[in-house]
């Protein structure tokens, strides 16, 4: 079992940057590969990084890849998101979730977190 708790969230102005950090207690930390999803109203939830347990590969979606990135210290169990140049459209809730695959699919996952808002002012 693992619990997931994200923090960092809040509200800025587009173009700003914010770092969310999720923070695991439980299992091995680093017997799970990480990801970050976002989810804004009205949309399905959809992926936006991963991490391999040990941070030797990462997987970002397309659209993100230059302004996110996804980062994790095992000694510390806690895997970051670093945001820059946000944008409106940025606005969501982030979730991070524990599987044992990086993978880009939310069915890869067991264990997510409760969600950190994220707004993006224009």
């Known amino acids: 079992q693992v619990q997931l708790v994200e923090s960092g969230g809040g509200l800025v102005q587009a173009g700003g940057s914010l770092r969310l950090s999720c923070a695991a207690s439980?299992?091995?930390?680093?017997?799970?590969?990480m990801g970050w999803f976002r989810q804004a109203p009205g949309k399905e939830r959809e992926f936006v990084a991963a991490?391999?347990?040990?941070?030797?590969?990462?997987q970002y979606t397309d659209s993100l890849k230059g302004r996110f990135t996804i980062s994790r210290d095992n000694a510390k169990n806690t895997v970051y998101l670093q945001m820059n140049s946000l944008k409106p459209e940025d606005t969501a809730v982030y979730f991070c979730?524990?599987?044992?695959?990086?993978?880009?699919?939310?069915?890869?996952?067991?264990?997510w977190g409760q969600g950190a808002q994220v707004t993006v002012s224009s």
């Open positions: 991490i391999s347990r040990y941070g030797a590969s990462t």
């Open positions: 439980g299992r091995t930390f680093s017997s799970y590969a």
């Open positions: 979730a524990a599987g044992i695959r990086a993978v880009t699919g939310l069915r890869g996952y067991d264990y």
